[in-house]
């Protein structure tokens, strides 16, 4: 209960204020190896007129491999603006299904420095931001990575909204310092595609191209600026 309740507080702090880069710290990165704990599942929320109309699941989307695809996007970018710097993907265990970046740091720090990283960039779980009234907006890092969020009124549902919500983290394995940070958890855009919450088994399969579509339309358009960003230093 602690931990949720300091993980909590530690995502609200990241969405309030990004770390930036110094031209030292960026100098100093040469090896950096990239680890995602972003799941591919596809987590559906719907938001009712009252807490007894809320409802959360998830289904798996393991065959669109959409968080390989998000990885591989934020690589991207981070080597246009950094051709210099070795990037590689990390696979690595995660039975307890730790989501947050102190929490997994210090057990794969070892290996890390033994195979020759000095850095290591996370992607981790952005949540979701619904409405708490008086147009303000709460967070919730349950929720997070690829989202199909919707809002209904007496069973009518008024919006959907698809779309990847992510944190991105990086740490110089030296002396475990955050270097830089950036946070995609946002309210999602609307989204432009008609289809109805239901059950993910029942999407037929114009409706999960429909989907896959737009989240990947949402990677395209973000990971590169959220990629940039992260690496570009502050000025002196």
């Known amino acids: 209960m602690l931990l949720r309740i300091a993980a909590l507080?530690?995502?609200?702090?990241?969405?309030?204020?990004?770390?930036?880069?110094?031209?030292?710290?960026?100098?100093?990165?040469?090896?950096?190896?990239?680890?995602?704990?972003?799941?591919?599942?596809?987590?559906?929320?719907n938001r009712g007129l009252t807490v007894f109309e809320n409802k959360a699941?998830?289904?798996d989307i393991s065959p669109w491999k959409l968080s390989s695809y998000l990885s591989n996007n934020i690589i991207?970018?981070?080597?246009?603006?950094n051709p210099t710097m070795d990037f590689k993907i990390v696979q690595i265990e995660n039975p307890l299904n730790k989501k947050y970046a102190f929490e997994l740091l210090p057990e794969i720090l070892p290996k890390l420095k033994l195979d020759g990283f000095d850095s290591v960039l996370?992607?981790?779980?952005?949540?979701?931001?619904?409405?708490?009234?008086?147009?303000?907006?709460?967070?919730?890092?349950?929720?997070?990575?690829?989202?199909?969020?919707?809002?209904?009124?007496?069973?009518?549902?008024?919006?959907n909204h698809i779309c990847s919500q992510y944190n991105l983290g990086l740490y110089r394995l030296l002396d475990k310092k955050l270097l830089a940070n950036r946070n995609k958890?946002?309210?999602?855009?609307?989204s432009t595609?008609?289809?109805?919450?239901?059950?993910?088994?029942?999407?037929?399969?114009?409706?999960?191209?429909?989907?896959?579509?737009?989240?990947?339309?949402?990677?395209?358009?973000?990971?590169?600026?959220?990629s940039n960003n992260l690496f570009t230093p502050k000025s002196k």
């Open 122 to 159: 996370f992607i981790t779980n952005g949540g979701i931001y619904t409405p708490a009234g008086g147009g303000s907006y709460i967070v919730d890092p349950q929720f997070g990575g690829f989202l199909f969020y919707t809002q209904s009124f007496l069973g009518k549902d008024l919006k």
């Open 57 to 59: 699941n998830s289904a």
């Open 76 to 81: 991207k970018a981070a080597k246009e603006k």
């Open 185 to 190: 958890s946002e309210i999602c855009a609307q």
């Open 193 to 226: 595609t008609t289809l109805v919450a239901k059950p993910f088994d029942e999407f037929t399969s114009t409706e999960k191209e429909m989907t896959i579509n737009e989240l990947k339309a949402d990677i395209d358009l973000t990971a590169n600026t959220q």
């Open 9 to 45: 507080l530690s995502s609200l702090m990241l969405i309030a204020c990004a770390q930036q880069l110094t031209h030292e710290d960026l100098n100093s990165i040469k090896k950096v190896a990239v680890v995602s704990t972003i799941k591919d599942e596809l987590y559906f929320y």
